[in-house]
């Protein structure tokens, strides 16, 4: 037992009598240095349960959390395009028709984009087979 729990006081890093719970102490010490340092690498410890987004950027990092864990797993899917048509179409209800369509701009956007990507992919395997 830590002599905190047998009624001394103690404080959190004092060594334990016993060596295994030392050792286990440690490896706890070491574990919980360790998913600091991983939240001060990645810049966040929020999770979808407990993420408010307030601000524009707040809502982007939202929605790439969404991506990251309930989308993207299956994007190879056959019905993945489905899964996205469907998801805009619960998701825009309360929009009006202005806000719906900046959306679909930005989706039009996102096309133009991916278009003049293939068209250059095409272009340079032509001039690679020359």
Not at 2 to 13: F, I
Not at 69 to 85: F, Q, T
Not at 92 to 119: F, N, P, W
């Amino acid at each position: 037992k830590h002599p905190a729990e047998k009624g001394g006081k103690a404080s959190y890093d004092e060594p334990l009598d016993d060596p295994v719970a030392e050792k286990l102490r440690q490896q706890r010490l070491v574990e919980e240095a360790d998913f600091a340092a991983v939240k001060d690498l990645f810049g966040s410890d929020r999770s979808l349960d407990t993420f408010i987004p307030k601000s524009a950027k707040e809502f982007d990092e939202f929605a790439r959390m969404l991506a990251h864990k309930y989308l993207l797993p299956h994007a190879d899917s056959s019905h993945y395009k489905s899964l996205l048509k469907s998801l805009n179409k619960v998701a825009l209800v309360s929009m009006t028709a202005q806000e719906t369509k900046d959306v679909e701009t930005c989706l039009a956007g996102i096309r133009t984009d991916k278009l003049k990507a293939e068209r250059e992919a095409v272009k340079e395997k032509k001039d690679i087979g020359k």
